[in-house]
């Protein structure tokens, strides 16, 4: 543990270096309101403070700047997300009262609102869709032999299926069809649902309206009984903000490459949530091309159940105070939104 004045000249020296991107002198944190010390005394306690492991000297001549055990220092000191500005919270107000439509553009919209709030690059993993339940069924007639399934999902998703009963089948049988698939699939989840099958005492195979909307019915188990793979849902924002904030070119590519891997991202999104962090930086990442980058994480949480995650990628130089309030309040925000529907 660090003494007060010790922590209080490293958090000068991080704020500095957060808002400069040029290594810091003694002189220079000195000056800072909250450190009232002489510069002699602020030269020694950096020394010591490089000692320990907490800042680095690039250059013999230049000031220091924070090594990610003193960045982890910082961040720990920061007691949790701090809260947003006036504008923000009301940009993030707007943005959830207007926000409609199905739950890919809501989630590829969050993430250019978590963009411009911090300046980073966002990344927003969507609920999997196995683990979630069905709330509605609507069958819709398109054609003769076309018939349109949409599921409405508890997460927020929309499945669409399209389906064919075969000949003979009228709107009134489709409609009937409906009714009966939602009281047999609503409440279940989507695996669940996949295996119903009718009761055979209820089955007609014969010819009339009953026939006709059994084989609607089983039409649309059997397609729901097919392989649907669903990936996980990936939405990311921001990326030229994000490299925007690099100055080696070699870095962002070998960054955008990362986020370009749906896999890689839900992976490292997951691993810092599951260590209980909400702030991974550097080498916490688990990936030694983002060494110099930091994730800032957090879960969002649909009808009391976690259903995805959001955060925000930058540099270690991230503005994290920010970044935590924004992933916070964006993530609670969103996963109220989803609950509602």
């Known amino acids: 543990m660090l003494d007060d004045r010790k922590a209080t000249v490293l958090r000068a020296v991080v704020t500095e270096y957060i808002e400069t991107a040029q290594p810091v002198g003694s002189s220079h944190v000195a000056q800072a309101p909250e450190v009232n010390v002489s510069s002699a005394t602020v030269r020694n306690d950096m020394a010591a403070l490089e000692a320990e492991g907490y800042l680095a000297q690039p250059h013999t001549s230049a000031g220091r700047v924070p090594t990610e055990k003193g960045y982890r220092f910082f961040v720990d000191q920061l007691g949790g997300p701090g809260r947003l500005g006036v504008n923000e919270s009301q940009q993030v107000r707007s943005f959830f009262s207007r926000t409609h439509g199905e ?25 999997p869709h196995e683990v979630a339940t069905i709330k509605s069924v609507q069958l819709v007639s398109l054609a003769p032999r076309v018939v349109l399934a949409v599921l409405v999902l508890s997460n927020g998703a929309i499945e669409k299926h399209t389906i064919d009963p075969g000949d003979g089948v009228d709107e009134l049988s489709v409609g009937a069809a409906s009714v009966r698939l939602g009281s047999m699939l609503v409440g279940h989840s989507l695996a669940a649902a996949a295996s119903l099958d009718l009761d055979p005492a209820g089955r007609d195979d014969g010819a009339g309206p009953a026939a006709g909307v059994d084989r609607v019915v089983r039409a649309a188990l059997a397609e729901l009984r097919g392989e649907h793979r669903h990936d996980d849902q990936v939405f990311i924002g921001g990326t030229s903000d994000m490299a925007a904030a690099f100055d080696a070119v070699g870095t962002v590519s070998e960054i955008l490459r990362i986020l370009e891997q749906q896999l890689v991202v839900v992976s490292l999104l997951e ?13 916490e990442t688990g990936n030694e091309a983002l060494a110099d980058c930091s994730l800032v994480v957090a879960p969002y949480v649909v009808d009391g159940e976690t259903a995805g995650s959001i955060g925000v990628l930058g540099p270690t130089r991230m503005h994290y105070s920010q970044a935590l309030a924004a992933v916070a309040v964006v993530s609670h925000r969103l996963g109220r939104r989803l609950s509602e529907g």
């Open 103 to 127: 739950l890919e553009e809501m989630l590829s919209d969050t993430t250019r609102l978590l963009s411009q709030l911090t300046r980073y690059a966002a990344v927003v993993v969507g609920p």
């Open 271 to 283: 691993d810092v949530l599951e260590r209980g962090l909400s702030v991974a930086i550097g080498t």
